[in-house]
């Protein structure tokens, strides 16, 4: 089967472009440059030298001595925390804006829920000397101050999105309304693998570094280059799917992926998509997504505010749908003591989001002989609020 | 039996076209709503099904389509509500929604109470061209619906040719980089672009559509054009004076 993205963008029923007429001309430029400006020596180029220079990468593969020990198999950890700004989120920020600036565009928006991707889109912004503005929550704003003020401080500006449930989704709808009303001049940085096609694509591989990486450190590690598993947890997915990406068509390498489940998959409170979401569209793509009978999204839930999208990435769809992917899910209660027992046993406060593909030794026995590689998808920091209150620290 | 929408453009005068939300202000304005406007002369009404997540819409639309959601409107009400209309409409009336709660109807079953209903078209802004045109273009015309495209200030020759090939009905002019209700009055760029449209003779009448307001801006949108649609200001007028000075409204526009 083929897990890459067809010429009119769908990963099997999944994907495509469901926008207004008013974004077709942004999105088409897009659709029929991004590959070509991806492949020119001059992007590359300066897309690998901040990749090194400025994220740090190559991010390490840490094997995990202890926490391979508890769970008696042999665990590696990818650590994207150790990127500058904290998570995976920077290594598509760089390619977009790089690819902003080859289309000549000088005017920069995005989404945020957490924060973490409006920080990520403020850095390389700051960076280049670019517009930015940040559409964000109402809600969110009130919940994730340090990150408002961080972006602030990187000159970007704040909007809060004041429509709807006033969060994530409500925040990626006013950026889309945005560049609706800024055809010309502004490009719009999708912080997840979503959104209309070529957009789940694109994210897709300025996050593919992720398991190019772990290819050749496996290889240098443990002498080959395809671990058994690769896990990662998926909100909209762009961690997932750059943690995937080179092993999607490596049939001995079993993929899975962990979504929120919330206070219980079934309890109303959950963001646990593949289980509970049905095919729509969603933010111009169509993919499985949490909805009522009658069509209209519903919120999600998570503790951890970077899976608390009420959709997926139609790659993830796809990888469901097919059975290649092996879906599981983590309730708050799970990954908050998988985020505590990594900080215990290997001295790493990983994200909350990161915390989600920990908890797959809930789920999960691997033997002893199995090379498990985890997307540390990003580091703690920003959740102390949230373990402080958790484990009444 | 011909669609109503074609008959329409038959007729000799500037068509004025009205937006509401379904279900907004009270649930079951519905058919009130639609018989004051034809009362009133109005000569189309475009019939909002509310969405959660109305992508090209602005403040006034997105708060009434709330609104309407909390009042308890969905695709299966709206279908109840307007099961014996064509006993006392008989002005076209097309459905705008989003294709998501349409999907979720399945597209089949939607088209074929439409039908049932004596609806005349679809918009459905984020339903591509393309799409429609590969995957859904014969259902639509099985039960008789004329499905409406939008055309924007930056859609191509090419691609307005294009929609124009596929559009059996009327074009969706949209007057200006924007979400709905967003304008105030048009200045020169955008009755450049009014002029340039007439000027490539489709052979698709165009309704323009986005910042239409007043007597004033319907006048300069149906210069060129075949008609107007108005939207958010009508939603407003709604709000601040409720369905019994709908006439009012309608009056004060031509």
Same mark, same amino acid.
């Given at each position: 089967m083929n897990y890459n993205v067809t010429e009119k963008g769908y990963y099997g029923t999944y994907g495509g472009a469901y926008i207004p007429e008013m974004l077709y001309p942004n999105v088409e430029n897009l659709r029929q440059n991004y590959l070509k400006i991806m492949q020119e020596p001059s992007f590359k180029e300066e897309f690998d030298q901040l990749l090194k220079d400025y994220v740090g990468r190559p991010s390490p593969l840490y094997f995990a001595k202890r926490l391979s020990e508890k769970y008696n198999t042999k665990v590696y950890l990818k650590r994207e925390d150790l990127n500058h700004t904290g998570a995976h989120k920077v290594n598509n920020t760089i390619g977009q804006i790089l690819m902003a600036k080859k289309l000549g565009k000088n005017r920069i928006i995005a989404e945020t829920g957490a924060g973490q991707h409006g920080v990520a889109t403020a850095t390389v912004c700051a960076l280049m000397g670019m517009d930015c503005i940040v559409y964000m929550g109402e809600i969110d704003i009130a919940r994730q101050a340090p990150n408002v003020a961080r972006m602030k401080m990187l000159g970007a500006e704040v909007r809060p999105a004041t429509s709807g449930s006033k969060t994530l989704k409500d925040a990626t709808n006013e950026a889309i309304r945005d560049w609706i009303n800024n055809p010309v001049d502004t490009h719009y940085i999708i912080g997840s693998a979503i959104g209309p096609h070529p957009y789940p694509d694109m994210v897709t591989r300025f996050q593919s570094i992720i398991s190019e990486e772990i290819k050749w450190q496996l290889k240098e590690k443990e002498g080959r280059e395809n671990p058994d598993y690769v896990v990662a947890c998926i909100g909209g997915g762009s961690n997932a799917a750059g943690t995937y990406y080179h092993f999607l068509h490596e049939e001995e390498v079993g993929i899975i992926a962990v979504e929120a489940a919330g206070k219980?998959?079934?309890?109303?409170?959950? $963001? $646990?998509t593949s289980a509970l979401g049905k095919e729509g569209i969603i933010h111009g793509c169509r993919t499985l997504l949490m909805q009522t009978e009658d069509g209209q999204i519903t919120e999600p839930y998570s503790i951890s505010a970077g899976l608390d999208y009420p959709g997926v990435g139609p790659l993830h769809s796809h990888l469901y749908t097919s059975g290649r992917g092996e879906f599981y899910s983590a309730t708050d209660d799970e990954a908050m003591t998988s985020g505590l027992e990594l900080t215990q046993l290997e001295g790493i406060i990983p994200a909350i989001e990161s915390s989600h593909a920990l908890a797959i030794f809930k789920h999960k026995t691997f033997k002893p002989e199995d090379v498990v590689v985890i997307s540390l998808s990003g580091r703690g920091d920003k959740d102390l609020d949230n373990y402080i209150k958790y484990f009444n620290l | 039996m011909k669609n109503r929408i074609h008959s329409k453009m038959q007729e000799d005068k500037k068509l004025l076209s009205i937006y509401f939300t379904a279900g907004y202000p009270a649930l079951n304005n519905t058919v009130q709503i639609l018989e004051d406007l034809e009362k009133n002369g109005v000569d189309m009404v475009e019939i909002g099904l509310p969405f959660? #997540?109305?992508? &090209? #819409? /602005?403040p006034t639309i997105q708060a009434s389509s709330s609104k309407a959601l909390k009042n308890g409107m969905t695709t299966a009400v709206l279908f109840d509500q307007l099961k014996d209309i064509r006993k006392t409409v008989s002005i076209p009336l097309i459905l705008m929604g989003y294709f998501n709660p349409m999907m979720q109807y399945g597209v089949e079953a939607f088209c074929k109470k439409c039908q049932e209903i004596g609806i005349d078209g679809l918009i459905i802004p984020d339903l591509p061209v393309a799409v429609y045109h590969e995957e859904y273009q014969p259902i639509f015309e099985k039960y008789g619906l004329i499905n409406v495209f939008l055309i924007t200030p930056q859609t191509d020759d090419e691609r307005i040719r294009y929609i124009d090939s596929v559009s059996n009905g009327f074009i969706y002019m949209v007057s200006s980089a924007s979400v709905t209700g967003s304008q105030s009055g048009f200045g020169n760029t955008q009755q450049d672009y009014f002029k340039r449209i007439a000027a490539m003779q489709l052979k698709n009448p165009q309704i323009v559509g986005f910042g239409i307001s007043n007597s004033e801006t319907f006048t300069q949108a149906t210069t060129d054009a075949k008609g107007a649609i108005i939207g958010s200001a009508f939603i407003k007028h709604l709000t601040a004076? /409720?369905? &019994? &000075?709908i006439g009012d409204f309608v009056q004060h526009i031509r």
């Open positions: 219980g998959i079934h309890s109303g409170e959950s $963001a $646990a | 959660s #997540d109305p992508l &090209a #819409d /602005g004076n /409720g369905v &019994a &000075a």
